[in-house]
């Protein structure tokens, strides 16, 4: 089986060896006055990644370049803005199996936690970084207003619930812009990153590769 995994949107040269998604739990136990003990369940944790990665710095013949990272040098930098910009990001792998079919895809909205870089004898020149990923889930806030009436009782009047960002213009149309890709795209026109897939849907016969977008493109939006 063949995996391509992209960082935001850089496709990583050579595909770490494991990928351990872990799906944490935050249910808790408790003893009742009988001595007997109960599970208290509560909503399913965050998703945590943690990925060991080589990066070449060599041209190996395993290694796939599609132009969204140059070297080691500006993966390390992406890493670093990823870090301090704070801002999610998306995680995604893609899986094919022998003859080009398709299985499940991974495509999940993260945050870089930390990363390490090592110096290994055993990997020559090539880099190794070990990533800590943890899924974001957005979320909103309702807003109450209110209003002092004549008998000076308060009523509250409760408004639609919004995210921070408020909502986002309502187009049929994107003209792509440099420096664009479709996670931007649809956090920036549809309020969340994770419906790039929607776009790329839309688009399959302009879009072969959803991490390849070009400037001058007209895309339809859902």
């Known amino acids: 089986m063949a995996y391509e995994v992209y960082i935001d949107d850089m496709l990583l040269p050579i595909p770490p060896q494991k990928i351990p998604i872990k799906y944490p739990g935050q249910n808790k136990s408790a003893n009742l006055i009988n001595g ?11 998703a945590e990644i943690s990925l060991d990665i080589i990066f070449p710095q060599m041209n190996y013949p395993a290694a796939v370049w599609d132009g969204s990272v140059g070297d080691g040098e500006e993966f390390l930098g ?17 899986r094919n199996g022998p003859g080009g079919r398709g299985f499940f895809d991974t495509n999940m909205d993260v945050t870089l936690e930390e990363y390490k870089v090592s110096d290994d ?22 807003i109450m207003n209110f209003v002092l009436v004549e008998n000076q009782e308060e009523t509250a009047v409760s408004e639609e619930e919004t995210k921070r960002q408020g909502e986002p213009p309502q187009v049929n149309s994107y003209t792509v812009v440099k420096g664009d890709c479709l996670w931007n795209i649809a956090k920036k026109l549809l309020g969340e990153g994770g419906r790039w897939q929607e776009i790329y849907n839309l688009n399959r016969d302009k879009i072969s590769n959803p991490n390849l977008i070009y400037p001058g493109q007209v895309l339809a939006l859902p």
């Open 78 to 94: 992406r890493l670093e803005e990823l870090k301090e910009g704070g801002n999610s990001f998306e995680f995604i792998v893609i």
């Open 121 to 142: 004898v055993s990997e020559g020149m090539d880099l190794a970084v070990s990533l800590t990923l943890k899924e974001y889930r957005p979320y909103g806030t309702k």
């Open 36 to 46: 007997q003990e109960i599970n208290i369940t509560k909503p399913a944790g965050l």
